[in-house]
């Protein structure tokens, strides 16, 4: 009962065509269980918050610091900011949707059924109070402006150096 020892070569082939380039685990069709995402943001609402670290820190031609403090800084940089992104929604993202659910669900609510009635009230109490006060505006501040204007317009403002 000895270990036996062999050595061989070991190759795997695989066509160009099944070789998967993406980072996504490479399944069959019928086991395909991740399906990409659809865009999270399609209004490009948060568009300036697609910030790497070359819009955060830049180095002029004239100074750079040594190649391995570069790609660590860099490396350390996505790291950083995609940890504490995953770790702050995991925190923060349900308790803030619940609220901001509440909060929209309040002011829609407040919207249609208080704010709209009230508006459509006054306009319909208003429109008569409309029709007189651009018969008043028609009669007596239309004629004042418009004098007024003519007579200013004859006034002319010359500059002089000493």
């Not at 490009?44 to 391995?68: C, M, Q, R, W, Y």
């Not at 508006?119 to 029709?131: E, I, K, N, T």
């Not at 239309?142 to 317009?153: E, K, V």
């Amino acid at each position: 009962m000895g270990i036996a020892k062999e050595k061989g070569e070991t190759s795997i082939l695989m066509h160009e065509d099944l070789f998967n380039r993406s980072i996504e685990p490479f399944l069959t069709n019928k086991e395909k269980l991740y399906t990409p995402l659809l865009d999270r943001d399609p209004n490009n609402l948060n568009a300036h918050l697609k910030v790497g670290f070359d819009d955060v820190i830049a180095e002029p031609s004239s100074t750079h610091s040594f190649d391995g403090v570069w790609i660590c800084s860099h490396a350390g940089f996505e790291l950083v900011k995609y940890v504490f992104y995953r770790l702050l929604t995991t925190i923060l993202a349900v308790p803030l949707a619940f609220v901001g659910g509440i909060v929209f669900g309040v002011f829609s609510c407040m919207h249609i059924w208080v704010v709209m009635p009230l508006v459509r009230s006054f306009m319909m109490a208003l429109a008569s109070l409309q029709v007189i006060w651009a018969s008043v505006t028609d009669l007596f501040l239309a004629p004042f402006f418009h004098s007024t204007g003519r007579c200013l317009s004859s006034i002319t403002v010359k500059a002089a150096h000493n």
